[in-house]
């Protein structure tokens, strides 16, 4: 008989008196057992299934490493594609990076013995500073945690300073400010600043004009260059062909990471982040330590964790882009002594990788990737081939008990 007929009949009561009657009590039980053995066998069956179907991607990393960007391409190649409604709600992310990036720059003006070339300018800073102070990321509360101390999942879109809304106030008075030939000046030698001018602030800090001007919504490429702390922990979920990605995104910073653990059960994959051009850079949160290091100490703790003994790695060497650029003027043995090479990109990043998989547990499988999570084109790329992997080690961990 047909499993499904048999456990269909049986829910029912259909047909019970009459078959029972004819067995014998042990024959009667043997039945039982074996019906319930097939109604198990079929529960498991609809429950590897689904488990099959459902791929739970933990994201991990430092602050800052790309994260959430590679999320935001998830959504470009595989999700809503950010609708023009919500782009529009992202304006204000873009406007604190560009009071940040105008604090950055100014507050470097007496380093580099640089004032501001026009009186009426140097007077619009000072109104500026006023009414858009510094906003620190680093101060923003933090989520409150669930009752078993496990952290909140957040709705995606993070708070916006309250003082963003004012730079619809100034947009003339910002524009005549980043014009100013000492500005210009001081930001052509950003790559030189003890604050880090970021990615973000000097891509809109370039784009002053388009994206202070009346009805401005942030394009992709903007999008991807946002630069908005993850505070708590957010979900995002994913249909590609046929499989349900469920896409944890956490938090970097270093006071964040003990809510990390409360994501490692049930994980199919994590993805690491680690920050290429990171190597002569301080961490945002802890200016003495070296993020590159933070990222390899990090790695090390995650790939060698008991509950993630069993978990494939995907180590994503981000920031490609800025590591090449780097390594044109900056000596990767200035703070990795022990790197002996010639100070090559192809040489550094041959090193970095090396000294990654040092550190791993030696039975762990890690597949590397290198990236530039803002670079549309190049991760339609790399999503596609991750997601393969990340297809086989799911069919490697539902089919093996
Ligand atoms: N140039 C360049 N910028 C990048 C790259 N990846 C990310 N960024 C930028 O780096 C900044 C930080 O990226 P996020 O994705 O927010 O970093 P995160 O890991 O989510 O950081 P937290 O949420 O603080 O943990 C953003 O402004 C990104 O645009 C890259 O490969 N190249
Ligand atoms: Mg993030």
């Known amino acids: 008989m047909p499993r499904g007929i048999l456990s269909k009949q049986n829910a029912r009561g259909v047909g019970k008196t009459t078959t029972q009657a004819l067995l014998s009590p042990k024959m009667q039980r043997s039945k039982g057992a074996l019906a319930r053995s097939r109604s198990i066998d079929h529960q498991l069956d609809e429950e590897r299934e689904l488990r099959q179907k459902e791929i739970q991607l933990l994201i991990l990393g430092g602050a800052s490493s790309g994260k959430s960007t590679f999320i935001k391409q998830l959504r470009i190649h595989h999700g809503d594609g950010f609708p023009s409604r919500e782009r529009a709600t992202l304006r204000p992310h873009v406007h604190e990076n560009i009071v940040e990036g105008i604090h950055t720059v100014t507050e470097h003006l007496p380093q580099f013995n640089i004032t ?13 500073k006023k009414k858009l102070p510094r906003i620190n990321h680093f101060h923003h509360p933090v989520h409150e945690n669930g009752s078993d101390g496990s952290p909140i999942l957040e709705r995606p879109a993070s708070p916006v300073s309250p003082m963003v809304p004012r730079v619809k106030e100034m947009p003339n008075s910002m524009i005549e400010i980043i014009r100013d030939s000492g500005f210009q000046k001081c930001l052509a030698e950003h790559k030189t600043f003890e604050r880090q001018l970021t990615v973000a602030e000097k891509h809109f800090l370039d784009n002053i004009e388009r994206v202070v001007s009346k009805g ?7 999008i991807l260059y946002i630069r908005k702390p993850t505070t708590g922990v957010q979900e995002h979920t994913f249909h590609v062909n046929g499989l349900n990605y469920r896409v944890i995104d956490v938090a970097g910073q270093r006071s964040q990471r003990k809510k990390w653990i409360h994501f490692f ?57 800025l590591f090449k650029e780097k390594m044109q003027t900056v000596q990767l043995k200035d703070t990795f002594s022990e790197f002996k090479g010639e100070n090559t990109p192809e040489a550094g990043l041959s090193f970095i990788k090396q000294e990654f998989m040092r550190l791993k547990r030696s039975s762990k499988q890690v597949y590397t990737h290198v990236t530039t999570a803002t670079n549309m084109d190049v991760m339609k790329t790399i999503i596609r081939d991750v997601l393969q992997i990340i297809v086989e080690i799911n069919l490697k961990k539902t089919t093996v008990f």
């Open 116 to 128: 501001l070339q026009s009186p009426s300018t140097q007077n619009y800073l000072i109104e500026f």
């Open 216 to 222: 401005y919504i942030p394009t992709l490429q903007d």
């Open 265 to 321: 059960d049930g994980v199919t994959a994590v993805i690491f982040f680690a920050s290429l051009s990171g190597f002569n850079e301080a961490l945002e949160e802890e200016h003495s330590i070296n993020n590159l290091r933070d990222s390899l100490i990090t790695f090390q703790d995650l790939s060698t964790n008991s509950f993630l003994e069993k978990t494939d790695f995907i180590l994503f060497l981000n920031k490609e882009d």
